[in-house]
């Protein structure tokens, strides 16, 4: 299916792995110059040279920046000062015991996940509104309804994630502008993959037993009994991206492979 995106300009944050790689492929796919963002040069540079290599119609470009710096996201402002999508990935988490969650580290999450999405929010759905154009997505987590309580300070600021998505939503009124938040399950990113590889790291097994190994003993209310793949979570947020998701407004869209046992 044709998505309608070609020539398409899109930043996607945390963009040198896991899901945001991920989705920076699918979009790029589809013929999305993607603005590939990591804190560290190289491995961005590493990325935007995968993807020119592997969609060569395409202008993928450099958008390295730590992006919980205000200073460093003014700069990347005045460096990429439009865009016609807009993908907040970039997240930290850690399965933590409540009783170690200092001060501290509850602000550093909420600026990690939470105030670096909304500053980026905040200046690319201005000029979205002004073209009467764009999407805006936000990656949360089944965490955000289903806390498991092994990592509190991690729930809460995706939980936050729904309600700025909804509340930013409502801006929108009446303009082809979408924001939405795609809630994926467990995601079989590069470093899940590696923490499963050292916990069956004596077992002459392949991957995919592993994988069914550990989701059997640790996620057993998974529906799919399998990580989810990242490239899977990138197809659905291409498809958000489309002009044929223009009725998703401020939508909480679960991938989460059956994780919630909940109607809603």
């Given at each position: 299916m044709e998505m309608g995106l070609n020539n398409k300009t899109a930043l996607v944050t945390g963009s040198?792995?896991?899901?945001?790689k991920a989705i920076a492929k699918e979009l790029a796919k589809e013929g999305v110059n993607v603005l590939i963002n990591g804190r560290h040069y190289q491995e961005a540079e590493q990325t935007?040279?995968?993807i020119k290599s592997a969609f060569p119609a395409t202008s993928p470009q450099n958008a390295t920046a730590d992006l919980v710096d205000a200073l460093q996201r003014e700069a990347l402002?005045?460096?990429f000062p439009n865009v016609d999508i807009l993908i907040n990935n970039i997240g930290k988490y850690e399965i933590m015991q409540y009783a170690d969650v200092t001060d501290e580290i509850w602000e550093?999450?909420?600026r990690t996940n939470v105030l670096a999405a909304n500053g980026l929010s905040k200046y690319y759905l201005t000029?979205?509104?002004e073209n009467n154009d764009g999407r805006i997505i936000f990656i949360a987590s089944e965490e955000a309804v289903m806390p498991s309580g092994q990592m509190p300070q991690y729930c809460m600021?995706?939980?936050m994630l729904l309600s700025l998505s909804k509340s930013l939503s409502?801006?929108?009124k009446g303009t082809e502008v979408t924001i939405n938040t795609i809630m994926p399950g467990p995601t079989l990113s590069e470093n899940v993959q590696q923490i499963i590889e050292d916990i069956y790291n004596n077992e002459k097994m392949p991957f995919s037993e592993k994988e069914r190994q550990f989701m059997i003993n640790n996620l057993p209310?998974?529906?799919i009994q399998r990580f989810i793949k990242p490239l899977e979570i990138g197809r659905l947020a291409t498809f958000l991206c489309s002009p044929y998701a223009s009725a998703f407004k401020g939508s909480p869209i679960r991938m989460d492979g059956g994780m919630v046992p909940t109607i809603y």
């Open positions: 040198t792995k896991g899901i945001g935007v040279k995968e402002f005045k460096k550093e999450y909420f000029k979205m509104l600021t995706k939980s409502k801006l929108t209310q998974s529906e």
